[in-house]
Each structure stands twice: as C-alpha cells, then as structure tokens.
T-cell receptor, first 114, second 115 residues
C-alpha cells in the first residue's frame, strides 16, 4: 500500500549546526506535503508545507525540499537551537474527494546537543 | 485565542466502561478529525467529519464512534474500551473541506489507559 515514512528515527546535532530530516513517500499522486513539529506533551504544530509544483520552499530558519523524481522530501533547519528538539513528522495531504486526509510518517526525534 | 481543546487530558479506565473524549474548536472550522498516536506507528486517522452531521471512517475506526451535531464539537466515543485502545489521542480541525491545501490545527492530546 501507499506509505509515508522516514529514514532515521533519531537525529542528534550540535547546537548551531544545520539539521536535515528526510522523508520518503511512495504515492506518486501526492500533491501536498506538510512538516509538523511535536514537542513532548503537545500536539503536532505546523512548520512548513510545499505543493508538488514546487521544489523548494523557505520559511524562517527552515527549508523544505521536494524531489518528485525519487519521491523524497527533506526538512532543513538552519542554526539548530535547543528549542528545536522535538519529533518531526512529514505528512502527505491527500484530497479524498470529501475532505483533507493526512497520512503521517512515523517521525524523527531531533536531539540538539549543547 | 484560536485553539482546539480536548477533555480530559488524561484518563485511566477499565475494560468495557464507556467513555467520551470531547473535542472543541473555536475557529469555525468545517473539517475535524481524530487521530491516535502509538510508538512506531505515528499518527493514524480514526474518523473525520467534513461538516455538521457528516462523518466518515479513517484508517483505524474499529471500536470508536463519533458524532458531529454542532460545528465546534466532535466527540470521540468508546462504547466498550479495550486495552488495545490505550493510546494518545489527538483531535484536529481545518478551515475548509474540499480543498487539499490546508493546515490542520491539533489539540493538546488525551492520554488514555485502558486496564
């Protein structure tokens, strides 16, 4: 079946370094992707999104890259800070004909070391 | 403050005792959804609702019921909870149905333990 998954369950980076979190998807019809951040004890929070007609989108300290050829998505965090420590999920947003359906990957734990 | 609220935040119950987890949003969103989060499995959709009186099954609906009598509320009902429903539950809402490019807003979560 179709799936959205992550390559690494845990990523450790030094404070100030850049972080790259990867995500693979298998549904070639997917047209919209979202990255969520989930801090301990909280619900997922929207970080950034990208449509399939784009290759790159930048936000504040974050960049999402989409490679449709290999069905790969990445989240880059510049100058990683302790507050960035969290679990990061990529999600595929598919229009099912009736509404929004998010299919989530299993998540990557980002740990920022001081 | 625009938000999605869930109650209770924590609940320990016993097998077979009916329970309801409430979800409410104050953003006038049409679309609402319930997810459960389990280690190694990520977030999986249980049920969703496109508008009042319109609900449909997600990926893992067995053992759950929902209702959408009002736009702001979307309660999750477990008629006869079982231990395999021990999980972290999230309610989410988004502003429009029928459009795929929308952010979903999540509640703070409800930690349910069924003994």
């Amino acid at each position: 079946g179709e799936s959205v998954g992550l390559h690494l369950p845990t990523l450790s980076v030094q404070e100030g370094d850049n972080s790259i979190i990867n995500c693979a998807y298998s549904n070639s019809a997917s047209d919209y992707f979202i990255w969520y951040k989930q801090e301990s004890g909280k619900g997922p929070q929207f970080i950034i999104d990208i449509r399939s007609n784009m290759d790159k989108r930048q936000g504040q300290r974050v960049t999402v890259l989409l490679n449709k050829t290999v069905k790969h998505l990445s989240l880059q965090i510049a100058a990683t800070q302790p507050g960035d420590s969290a679990v990061y999920f990529c999600a595929e947003n598919g229009f099912t004909g009736g509404g929004n359906k998010l299919t989530f990957g299993t998540g990557t734990q980002l740990k920022v070391e001081l | 403050e625009a938000q999605v609220t869930q109650n209770p935040r924590y609940l320990i119950t016993v097998t077979g005792k009916k329970l309801t987890v409430t979800c409410s949003q104050n953003m006038n969103h049409e679309y609402m959804s319930w997810y459960r989060q389990d280690p190694g499995l990520g977030l999986r959709q249980i049920y969703y609702s496109m508008n009042v009186e319109v609900t449909d099954k997600g990926d893992v609906p067995e053992g759950y019921k929902v209702s959408r009598k009002e736009k702001r509320n979307f309660p999750l009902i477990l008629e006869s909870p079982s231990p395999n429903q021990t999980s972290l539950y999230f309610c989410a809402s988004s502003p429009r149905q029928g459009v795929s490019y929308n952010e979903q807003f999540f509640g703070p979560g409800t930690r349910l333990t069924v003994l």
